[in-house]
């Protein structure tokens, strides 16, 4: 669970510091990965979002995005 919200808050902070506000994220645990489930707000663009993708993956929040 720690690992969890660990994960969440270094997410939330990534996109933040790129201007994309989130309104929430919730974490599905599966038996070997962890699905992040990320809602932007009204202006989170998700073009920014896929154009981040190699982004995360770079700093060891995600192994992939999809959108």
Not at 25 to 45: F, N, Q, R, S
Request: glycine share 4%.
């Amino acid at each position: 669970m720690a690992e969890q919200n660990d994960s969440r808050r270094r997410i939330r902070k990534t996109l933040e510091d790129f201007g994309i506000n989130i309104i929430s994220i919730k974490a599905a645990v599966g038996p070997t990965v962890t699905l992040y489930e990320v809602v932007p707000d009204k202006d989170g663009w998700i073009a920014k979002i896929k154009n981040l993708r190699i982004f995360l993956c770079k700093l060891k929040v995600c192994h992939d995005v999809c959108v």
